[in-house]
Every structure is written in C-alpha cells, then in structure tokens.
C-alpha cells in the first residue's frame, strides 16, 4: 500500500514544491512506494521558476506541478495522508485542517530561498543548497520502514529525522 506524504508551506511554491519533488524522485529510484504532494494554506498561483530550475538540474520531472490549497486533500476522494510534514515555520504555526485518517505529523522547517540576496545568482545558489538539504531528509524518510510502523513509533522516527 502506498505511504502518502503531503508536505506543506504557506504559499505551495519553493519549498514544499522542492520537497515533493526530491520525495518523488528518490522514492522511484530507490523503488519505494511513497508518493509525495505539496499544497498551501495561502497558495501562490504560481512555483517559483527557481524551484523548478534546482529540481530539473536535479533530473526530477516537474511535469503537471503547481501551487495549490491543502483544501484538496480534506475533499472527498483525495488520498489518504500518512504523513504530513510542514517545511515553512508560518505553515506551521497554522491551524491545520483536519486530515482524514489522522496522519503523523511533524516540522521540518528551511529558511525561504525566495528571500536570497545576491539576485538571481544568489538565489539559484539558495535554492540549490535548500533542495540539497531537502533531498538528503527525504532520503533519511525513505530510510524508515513506513509500512511496518506504528504511528508512535513513526513519529518518533521523523523526530529523530529532525534531530540528525
């Protein structure tokens, strides 16, 4: 049974976007069975063309991408969350909506790269290291035996995700 991530941040537009992409990626060279979504409380509209620029050089398909609401995954018919990781401290402090199946939940949180001086070059560099930094906890994720454990024992292991 697929183990679903939703990763979330206020705007759905860098670095949730660059976590379900890395999410996605590793999980289907490593042959797990996860799949990773990322939504917003507040989405943009629009991802960051510099988030799909560190994912492309990355080799991570961003076909079909786009900001959206967490709403979608509250509607009827949306998969069934595993897990629900925030990587943005604003998302964090929200209040959630209320996940069908009571998923584990945990903050991950990065420092926006949108915010990166040094103009456009900085900020390719920023987000670079922002999904690098994203890809290695997503591969710690992917490390962790999701299908046999409990959600006591699940939290805590992306707690101690966290801590590495």
Known sequence: MTTNVL?????NSARSVLAEGMLNHWAQKLGKDVRAYSAGSAPSGRINPFALEALA?????TEGYRSKSWDEFTADGAPRMRIVITVCDSAAAEQCPLWPGSPVKVHWG?????????GDEGKRQTFELTRQ?????????LAVPL???SDAELQHALNDILKS
């Open 110 to 118: 990065y420092a926006d790269p949108s915010n990166a001086p040094g």
């Open 147 to 149: 299908d046999r454990l």
């Open 57 to 61: 050089n990355a080799g991570v398909d």
């Open 133 to 141: 930094a994203i890809g290695y906890r997503m591969l710690q994720l």
């Open 7 to 11: 990763i979330l941040c206020t705007h």
